[in-house]
T-cell receptor
């Protein structure tokens, strides 16, 4: 079992939909959680960073962490075609400088 | 503040050649990590440098090497290129190299090995 599991998709939704992207992890030592957005032929761009259970909101994006279930989510409200990209989760433990990345979920928002 | 700069953006090489990629971190950032990204394997960690020292290393063969200079700029080298080395090579930097720090990525170098 991989340490971080993420469905590769693609996930196709109509413009304006609420999108839910998810990752599960197996290591209970993981303490901090990040979401990156990657457009084609570009490097990942940090969207959200959190280190606690619960929700963190930033504009149309909400990151949710459930440590008891080892499950993290990224919600995108009022999705736009410009949100079409690959979304990667990255999870790290307190004892390592190097986070573990999920494989990424490809999101397509069609007009 | 300028972001992470990687050069070149694209490279085409043939099997057996060697290649050097460059990464200039965000001003003030001292930790530099390198990743290989392929459609099949996702993002895989190569190595991380802090204060000119390799601090962490991923599970890649010795053909992959790197170094960091006193100004925090970093280079990675791949010798004896193989077809399977075709990938997007990404550099990520963080401010002080502490645990749990945010990573900032460059746009990557797309390497094609023919």
């Amino acid at each position: 079992q991989k340490e971080v599991e993420q469905d590769p998709g693609p996930l196709s939704v109509p413009e304006g939909a609420i999108v839910s992207l998810n990752c599960t992890y197996s290591n209970s030592a993981f303490q901090y959680f990040m979401w990156y957005r990657q457009y084609s032929r570009k490097g990942p761009e940090l969207l959200m960073y959190t280190y606690s259970s619960g929700n963190k909101e930033d504009g149309r994006f909400t990151a949710q962490v459930d440590k008891s279930s080892k499950y993290i989510s990224l919600f995108i409200r009022d999705s736009q075609p410009s949100d079409s990209a690959t979304y990667l989760c990255a999870i790290g433990s307190g004892g390592s400088y190097i986070p573990t990345f999920g494989r990424g979920t490809s999101l397509i928002v069609h007009p | 503040k300028a972001g992470v700069t990687q050069t070149p953006r694209y490279l085409i090489k043939t099997r057996g050649q060697q290649v050097t990629l460059s990464c200039s971190p965000i001003s003030g950032h001292r930790s530099v990590s390198w990743y290989q990204q392929t459609p099949g394997q996702g993002l895989q960690f190569l190595f991380e440098y802090f204060s000119e020292t390799q601090r962490n290393k991923g599970n890649f063969p010795g053909r992959f090497s790197g170094r960091q200079f006193s100004n925090s700029r970093s280079e990675m080298n791949v010798s004896t290129l193989e077809l399977g080395d075709s990938a997007l090579y990404l550099c990520a930097t963080s401010a002080s190299g502490q645990l749990n720090e945010k990573l900032f990525f460059g746009s990557g170098t797309q390497l094609s090995v023919l």
